[in-house]
């Protein structure tokens, strides 16, 4: 069974920071991209970043230059670093993880819990 435990949302200020984390865990054979996705009330789940195995990453135009992805492959770890927040960033935030399990040996897609993050004007 494979679990992503999500951490590290909460309410800030606009122009505030926060960091989430998100660690994966379980029979984890290969872990290829992670990412994160966001989901605002009324509207559809978006990708906000991504980042490969091999470290390449992709971001959404609204979150260039504010947002950090980053990643520990030793702890099955990744992070969101993010910095002048909006309040237009307000939705809940899932991680998600392309990774291949010992139980199936299939690669799928897997998805955390979510995490709310709130910015308030």
């Known amino acids: 069974q494979v679990q992503l435990v999500e951490s590290g949302g909460g309410l800030v200020q606009a122009g505030g920071s926060l960091r989430l984390s998100c660690e994966v865990s379980?029979?984890?054979?290969?872990?290829?991209?992670m990412g994160w996705h966001r989901q605002a009330p009324g509207k559809q789940r978006e990708l906000v970043a991504t980042k490969s195995s091999g470290g390449i990453t992709n971001y959404a135009d609204s979150v260039k230059g504010r947002f950090n992805i980053s990643r520990d492959n030793d702890k099955n770890t990744v992070y969101l670093q993010m910095n002048s927040l909006k309040p237009e960033d307000t939705a809940v935030y899932y991680c998600?993880?392309?990774?291949?399990?010992?139980?199936?040996?299939?690669?799928?897609?897997?998805w955390g819990q979510g995490t709310q993050v709130t910015v308030s004007s």
């Open positions: 379980g029979s984890i054979s290969v872990i290829g991209a």
């Open positions: 998600n993880a392309r990774l291949r399990s010992w139980a199936t040996s299939l690669w799928a897609d897997y």
